[in-house]
């Protein structure tokens, strides 16, 4: 891959970090330059050594090859507009959660086809430059969003550099991938959200709930540390398909409701049995930390 390229990141957080990270140490590209509203994250972005130098928005398009939109879903449409308005012949993307809005607000831009959608599963609860991590994208999905309306050359580099940094490239459209976001990855945050909502309501003592908190208890509530000024916007704009979700959602909890307050042991057994098959379709199998022969010799003391 040609590394003699410069590229800008819009949003030095978690995800433009990471990705220029992925840029400068693995790709060795020559220049990554950052560009963020916020003065604090931009400092600490060079400090940090994720980009090479905080420039304006006019001079990073400018001078860019590259530029990726990492900010939250509800600047993504107006600040896309505002670069492409800038743009030349470079290249565009953006990696925001939801995408028809973005799209549908770039549609008629004379520029449209410079701007390729695309949006990398993968993240963590944690934001803002401090939470950029190199290894953060290797061996993971990225979606291309439209890919239809994207001129070629565009679609071609954009798909080089995310295999370059080790990700695996699907297609979708944009009302599916809203759709099925809504239906895996944002109903899960609203679920950690209201554990989380649930267990501080019920247990007033902090003490009970470290005393409870357990493996299964943490990694469920893992990502209600995700920080409001990205979901906020997510669930807004996504707003139909999120109420869809929550819909079913509700009815899974009234359904085990009924279960227990009916001592009705055969619908419960039903409602894990059918979630268990959760397992099998991401394909996760039991850990086999314990041997045969270490499970005997447990069991006879
Ligand atoms: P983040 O860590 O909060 O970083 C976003 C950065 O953009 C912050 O420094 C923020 O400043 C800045 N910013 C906000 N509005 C801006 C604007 N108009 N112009 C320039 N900078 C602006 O967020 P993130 O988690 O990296 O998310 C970035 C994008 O990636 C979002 O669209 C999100 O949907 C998408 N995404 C996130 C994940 C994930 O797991 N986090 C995964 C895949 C995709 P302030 O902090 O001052 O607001």
């Known amino acids: 891959m040609n590394t003699n390229l410069t590229v800008a990141i819009v949003g030095v957080g ?35 050594g994720l980009v090479d130098e905080a420039v304006s928005l006019d ?15 509800d ?12 743009v030349d012949n470079q290249v565009v993307i953006d990696v925001g959660s939801t995408k028809v809005t973005l799209i549908k607000a770039i549609k008629n831009h004379p520029r449209r086809k410079r701007f390729v959608a695309t949006h990398p599963m ?22 291309v969003v439209d890919a239809q309306d994207t001129d070629r050359d565009a679609l071609s580099f954009v798909k080089e550099i995310y295999r370059a940094i080790g990700m695996n490239i699907s297609y979708i459209d944009s009302d599916s991938h809203d759709l099925h976001a809504a239906y895996v990855s944002h109903i899960s945050h609203i679920s950690s959200f209201v554990l989380a909502l649930t267990v501080l309501d019920k247990e007033q003592d902090e003490n009970n709930i470290l005393d409870m908190a357990g493996g299964g208890f943490r990694s469920t509530v893992r990502l209600a540390n995700s920080a409001a000024s990205m979901w906020t916007p997510i669930f807004l704009q996504n707003r139909d398909n999120m109420l869809d979700v929550l819909d079913a959602y509700i009815d899974n909890m009234l359904a085990f409701r009924q279960a227990i ?15 268990n098959m959760i397992y099998e379709i991401l394909n996760i ?17």
């Not at 600047?75 to 800038?86: F, K, R, S, Y």
């Not at 993968?122 to 979606?143: C, N, Q, R």
């Not at 199998?285 to 003391?301: A, C, F, M, V, Y």
């Open 122 to 143: 993968a993240g963590t609860e944690y934001s803002g430059p401090k939470a950029a991590m190199i290894g953060l994208f290797t061996g993971k999905k990225v979606l």
């Open 14 to 48: 978690l995800i433009g970090g990471s990705l220029a990270l992925e840029f400068k140490h693995r790709l060795g590209i020559k220049k990554v330059y950052g560009i963020d509203k916020d003065p604090q994250n931009l400092r600490k972005a060079l400090e940090l």
């Open 285 to 301: 199998t039991q850990p086999n930390i314990l041997t045969t022969k270490t499970l005997s010799h447990e069991w006879k003391e």
């Open 261 to 275: 307050a009916s001592g009705n042991k055969k619908d419960l057994n039903i409602l894990i049995h059918r979630a």
């Open 59 to 73: 001079r990073g398009v400018r001078d860019s090859d590259l530029i990726v939109l990492s900010v939250p879903v």
């Open 75 to 86: 600047a993504l449409p107006q600040l896309a507009l505002e670069v492409l308005d800038m």
